[in-house]
């Protein structure tokens, strides 16, 4: 794992509880090790903090996909939420662009030799 809890809440600033960022980091580590064919593991320095703002970012988006997607509306009595379609993304796509944010600037995401 790039980023621990510690950096998700204090560099981060995310809002997820330990259990479900620790349990959505397994797959977040695994996106970010394919979108930058397994070059994160050897990050340096600036590079290495990319990646874990990477990890987080795509951690959020994975929580967000399992919630469902962005909310329109919520009831309180009655319990009941409204979320947008919003624009047909494959979930590959939504999880490269939120990681992609922090990756662009390295040169980890670079197919070629």
Do not use: P, W
């Not at 980023?3 to 509880?17: M, N, P, Q, T």
């Not at 990477?54 to 997607?69: I, R």
């Amino acid at each position: 794992m790039y980023a621990d809890f510690s950096f998700y809440v204090g560099e981060y600033f995310g809002l997820l509880k330990e259990e479900e960022f620790d349990r959505l980091s397994v797959r977040a580590k695994a996106e970010i090790d394919r979108l930058t064919f397994g070059r994160a593991a050897t990050a340096t320095e600036g590079a290495l903090h990319a990646v874990k703002l990477a990890q987080c970012a795509v951690v959020d988006e994975l929580a967000y996909m399992e919630q469902g997607g962005e909310i329109t509306s919520e009831s309180n009595d009655g319990v009941s939420r409204s979320y947008a379609a919003g624009v047909a993304r494959s979930k590959a796509q939504r999880i490269a662009e939120a990681a992609k944010v922090y990756l662009n600037m390295t040169s980890l995401c670079f197919a070629g030799v």
